[in-house]
């Protein structure tokens, strides 16, 4: 190889090493700026589930934005350690007065609880049934409701930890049945 062609290839690398920097250089600003992006978004979901607390312990349905009212909370015990219960007060619950009425603030009856319906869509059903043939189920036979795919699952195994549902795994696919009155409850 003669000194001319060495100095050639040099300038090629050298070229190539600085274009690779450059791209290098530019990726990690796009990454830094993502990451400012993701952080705020944190920030935004956890003020979130903050209200979403707060609002929890209301024991009247018309205080409550109207999604918290629609949709049921799933329990939040697994995710909190074990001395943040302790720290953060309890809020007040109180007795809704009259009893037995269950009306919103504008005088409607509430709609029956999420779990409660797809329960029954399950009682129809001979086989297991996965949550995305309930889901579209319950759109079809009810379409003022409309929970997303995950509020189903959530439900669901809210429904599975109560006993009133079993879960079968079939390969990667999660199947539930309706619990018949009486029979042993044996999660899979």
Do not use: W
Not at 20 to 29: G, H, T, W
Not at 93 to 102: E, F, M, S
Not at 132 to 151: C, G, I, S
Request: glycine share 6%; hydrophobic share 35%.
């Amino acid at each position: 190889m003669t000194s001319q062609s060495a100095a050639t290839l040099r300038s090629r690398y050298v070229k190539q090493a600085a274009s690779d920097l450059e791209e290098n250089r530019r990726r990690q600003q796009e990454l830094a700026e993502r990451l400012t992006v993701l952080k705020q978004e944190e920030a935004l979901l956890v003020d979130i589930l903050s209200l979403a607390e707060r609002y929890e312990g209301f024991a009247d349905p018309s205080r409550l934005p109207e999604q918290l009212q629609e949709e049921p909370v799933v329990a939040k015990a697994k995710r909190t350690p074990a001395g943040a219960a302790a720290r953060r007060p309890a809020p007040a619950r109180t007795a809704p007065a009259g009893g037995t009425a269950k009306t919103g603030a504008k005088g409607k009856s509430r709609r029956p609880l999420l779990g409660d319906l797809l329960a029954d869509l399950l009682g129809n059903h001979e086989k297991p049934c996965p949550a995305k043939e309930l889901r579209a189920e319950l759109m079809a036979q009810y379409p003022d409701r409309n929970p997303t795919p995950q509020v189903v699952r959530n439900t669901l195994e809210s429904l599975v930890a109560k006993g009133r549902i079993r879960r079968h795994k079939q390969q990667r696919a999660v199947m539930y049945t309706l619990v018949k009155p009486g029979t042993a409850n044996n999660a899979t």
